[in-house]
């Protein structure tokens, strides 16, 4: 696919970019004309993506549960490229548990990462990007954070919490006049190791596959690109008016 250099002049930085939806947004504003961090906390993996990328990519071990490695790295990156244009809080876990099972633990685990991760890059990204007078948050939630799923109860707490907090992130951003947009991307089955995991817990993967498939109107699991496209579109100056969205990325799920 020809793609225009609508990203260029553009940083960008996205957590958990060492897989799956991540990694796939980041070769995908690398080709667009955007600088892009890699940022991750398996450093192995994440150096490769960067590499992988080439001129105009570096890597930074980011844990997005640790603000003081948010300040260091977003601090480092400003100082290296003059300012932070995109953020892309992309990293996630999941425990599949319903209510009755999921431990207090598991609970906290999974808002530590999902929830307050998103928390801790939406208050230092808006930091250094009011300096620049602009710039584009997009924050990944889930089909999760609208809809409940029976055997996700942390997960869909987490990423509801998410989806609030963007539009909390996006009206603050815009009563100040900072030019800041921040909206949330709501992706149902994409094919990654993250829906792997969820098949793979099943005694029949096959079958739990097939019924992914089927519960989704276009009739297929979600391409990490189908993803990464929503991401270059909002992070680009063709969403200049788009703010406190929500959008889902999900063959037709929710609107059943
Ligand atoms: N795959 C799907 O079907 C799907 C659907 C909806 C939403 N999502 C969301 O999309 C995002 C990416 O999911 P994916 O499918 O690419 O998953 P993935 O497991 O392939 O990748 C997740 C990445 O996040 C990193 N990560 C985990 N915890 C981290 C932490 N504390 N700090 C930094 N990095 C960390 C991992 O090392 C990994 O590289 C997640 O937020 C997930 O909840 C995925």
Excluded at 58 to 73: C, G, M, S, T
Aim: hydrophobic letters at 50%; a neutral charge.
């Amino acid at each position: 696919m020809n793609l225009t250099k609508r990203l260029e002049g553009k940083v960008a930085l996205i957590t958990g970019a060492a897989s799956g939806l991540g990694a796939a947004s980041a070769r995908r504003l690398h080709r667009e004309g955007a600088f892009v961090v890699v940022t991750d906390r398996d450093v192995e993996k994440g150096a490769a993506v960067a590499a992988s990328l080439g001129e105009g990519a570096v890597f930074h071990k980011l844990d997005v549960v640790n603000e003081a490695e948010w300040i260091a790295v977003i601090d480092a990156v400003v100082a290296a490229q003059g300012g932070l244009d995109i953020l892309v809080n992309n990293a996630g876990v999941g425990v599949l548990a319903s209510v009755e099972d999921t431990t207090i633990e598991a609970f906290r685990f999974v808002h530590a990462v999902n929830t307050e991760g998103v928390f801790l890059g939406c208050k230092h990204g808006v930091r250094v990007m009011k300096a620049r007078s602009g710039g584009s948050i997009i924050n990944m939630s889930s089909v999760a954070g609208i809809a409940g799923a029976p055997d996700m109860a942390a997960y869909c707490s987490s990423k509801g919490a998410v989806r609030t907090l963007t539009k909390s992130v996006a009206m603050h951003c815009a009563r100040k006049g900072y030019g800041i947009r921040c909206n949330s991307l709501h992706p149902a089955f994409i094919d990654t190791p993250m829906v792997d995991a969820v098949v793979n817990a099943h005694r029949d993967a096959d079958r739990a596959r097939a019924g992914l498939v089927k519960s989704i109107p276009l009739g297929r699991l979600g391409e990490a690109d189908d993803v990464a496209a929503a991401v270059a579109y909002l992070a680009s100056d063709d969403a200049k008016f788009i703010t406190g969205v929500e959008l889902p990325i999900d063959g037709g799920l929710l609107a059943q």
